[in-house]
């Protein structure tokens, strides 16, 4: 069965630390692997994704993630946190065995304190 | 930059009632999808469109549930008798093709509370 594991409810940070909010997988097939954020009362906003190619992808807001594919794992990472980083992380993947069906994380809530 | 519209914000109904929720996806998308998240729990695919009519659906998808593009800009979700269960947020998402190249847009959801 395909998934996606989120193991941390929630991460807090200091304004300026470096940030990693963890995702691993299990799915069948090549994985393409997403971040989306969701601010309070707000719908899911596409941050980046991995599809081939370079491991590291970077995406809005000064994220990037990194696929591992002996860990099965696309952390997320920012250098230095800001205040308004704080939100709901979700990580999806799909592949052509989910028939391109997002499969979801459970979600972290990122904290960043200033 | 286009976004995807959803309405209402939040709806309020009696168990057993029906209720439609309301999307308008991107206008350049073709592809169209619901998804529902519980209070405290992961994000659920419900269905995906294409070309007027259901191209994957999920197990959660009865036959309680229905989706139409009753014009060129809508795209709704209807649930038919609503249970107590079917409280939650709900998310219309629009993309441009189907796979791994294209990222789904989502709108901010309507929160759907049944009493």
């Known amino acids: 069965a395909q998934s996606v594991a989120q193991p941390e409810d929630q991460v807090n940070v200091a304004e300026g630390n470096p940030l990693t909010v963890k995702c691993t997988y299990s799915?069948?097939?090549?994985?393409?692997l997403f971040w989306y954020v969701q601010y309070p009362n707000r719908g899911l906003q596409f941050l980046l994704k991995?599809?081939?190619?370079d491991n590291l992808v970077k995406g809005s807001y000064g994220f990037e993630a990194e696929f591992n594919k002996s860990q099965t794992s696309f952390h997320l990472k920012k250098p230095s946190a800001l205040v308004s980083d704080s939100a709901l992380y979700f990580c999806?993947?799909?592949?052509?065995?989910?028939?391109?069906?997002?499969?979801w994380g459970a979600g972290t809530k990122l904290i960043i304190k200033p | 930059e286009p976004e995807v519209t959803q309405t209402p914000s939040h709806q309020v109904t009696q168990m057993g009632q029906e209720v439609i929720l309301r999307c308008v996806p991107i206008?350049?998308?073709?592809?169209f999808y619901w998804y529902r998240q519980i209070l405290g729990q992961k994000v659920e695919f419900l269905v995906s469109?294409?070309?007027?009519?259901?191209?994957?659906k999920s197990e959660i998808f009865d036959d309680q549930f229905s989706v139409e593009r009753p014009d060129g800009s809508n795209f709704t979700l209807k649930i038919r008798s609503t249970k107590l269960e079917d409280s939650a947020m709900y998310f219309c998402?629009?993309?441009?093709?189907?796979?791994?190249?294209?990222?789904?847009?989502f709108g901010d959801g309507t929160r759907l509370s049944i009493l």
């Open positions: 999806a993947v799909m592949s052509m065995d989910s028939n391109y069906q997002l499969i």
């Open positions: 799915v069948s097939g090549n994985p393409y």
């Open positions: 991995y599809i081939t190619g």
């Open positions: 206008s350049n998308h073709l592809y």
């Open positions: 469109f294409y070309n007027n009519e259901i191209s994957e």
């Open positions: 998402a629009s993309s441009v093709g189907q796979g791994r190249n294209q990222p789904q847009h």
